[in-house]
């Protein structure tokens, strides 16, 4: 009697809570980008779902509800090191040539597929567990997209990069006219509006992210598909059938520009409110009297790499200031370190841009860093190298906050390095507009989390989004841009000009005979 009772309870509890089985995919193992993942899935749990996670680490955040199971991608840390020291990012020209992202392609897709024949992989998808929505980062990773399509759910698509990814916004069909807004893997100019030769040549980076879906890409993918499943989908079929897109940005923090109601920014999700500093680094804070620059190239770029020349401009331009300087320095030395430089191989950026005494953040301009110290509202030198740095530090410089300097820029000197820094320092400009972005980049109806949280509850609870999904996906290109159309107007207005002056010639003609004729 009480047992049943006491299932009856049960039961009713189990149909009363909310908790849905969520997968998530990321098997890419940098290390800034677990960071993300990582949050965005103990989220999930905490708000009491019960989460998996393909990837490449144990998550070891604390959950305060439901719960996490950890598929590992064994080995995949270890590959993604080789892979990450191989390439010498820091040698990469300032320009990228326009097929850029062909590199990138062919760079991660030994991870994707490698991902689907991993065992452990595998193993899950040969056991009897379900799920009510998968969601994975997009990173031309689009055989992944097979796991919604195995377990017949729901699939989200999460972007760390800024809000202007083609590729994400494509499938949902946020189309960012070229005219208008760079590429994401461009160097942009100095000012806003692009002249023709830029709008030209951003268009030739647009197309050439069409080709390579079309041509590199889907061929690829399916390819993949086809060695690890034995009736796997077109990825024609699975490319677009995305209930949602999480754009890791924020409308504070780029050029506006039309979403589709499927696409949500989160940006910012990540950052916690700020913790309490470790002794040492509270003392170094609280005791600069002329405040602190911090430097840090992020997780992928070492610092330790610059070139001796590099190295040397940034300890004479420090040695020259009042400021104290904290850098995060991956070696246990810095020969030629002035006294008011401090490195550390790790430190906890959140929680240095939090304090007051932070006058100034060189970074690499990664998005996660500039979504950091806007969070705070501190001003950027960014030393861009690679990848969307370059056009998320053009951004900063266009919102009035920041400063740029390539690493590879011609102008690199130990002179502009300086007058640049201290520009920043002495201009109280900087300083204001990166409080006015803070003050925008938090006034918002929800905490960025609880907006992915809402969102994707939303999906599950809906069954996808259809009702949200823009048709236009759907179209061929011509047809998206009416060319079709257009070329039939031209063509009928050719014609109708054609019979014009043919009847009028005629005419005309006549008249003069008649004319002529009078005369006569
Ligand atoms: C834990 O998750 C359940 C849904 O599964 C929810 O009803 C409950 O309020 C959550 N508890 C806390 C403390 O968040
Ligand atoms: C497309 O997504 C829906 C859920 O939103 C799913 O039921 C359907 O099977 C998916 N289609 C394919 C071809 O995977
Ligand atoms: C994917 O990996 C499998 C197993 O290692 C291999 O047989 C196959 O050729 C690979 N496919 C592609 C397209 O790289």
Redesign the pocket.
Known sequence: MRLTQLSIILLFFVQCSHSARILGVFPLAGKSLNILYNRLMKGLADAGHDVTVISAYENKLPLINGSITDVILTGFAEEYDIIINEENFLDSPEEYPFYTVLYYLVLFEPIWNNTLHHPNVQKLLASNKQFDLVITEHLWNDCLKVF??FY????VVFTSMGGINTWVNDQVGNFFLPSYVNHAMKLSGESEEMNFAQRAHNLLFYITDYVYKHYYLFPNSNAMLKSAFSNP?DIE??YD?V?LVLLGSHASLRPAAPLSPNTVEIGGFHIDPPKKLPKDLQEIMDNAKHGVIYLSMGSHLKSRDFSEDRKKMFLNVFGRLKQTVLWKFEDETLPGKPDNVFTKKWLPQMDLLAHPNMKLFITHGGYGSLQETIYHGVPVLAISVAADQHNNAFQAVQLGFALKLSYNDKRFSEETLFNQIRELLDNPKYRENAQARSRLFHDRPMKPLDTAVYWIEYVIRN??ADHLRLSSTKLSWYKLYLIDVFAVFLISLLVLYRIVSVLLAKIFKKEQRKQKLKKN
Do not use: R
Request: aromatic letters at 0%; charged letters at 15%; glycine letters at 8%.
């Open positions: 919604a399509h017949n759910c729901p699939l989908p079929d699975i059938n209930s069954k996808g």
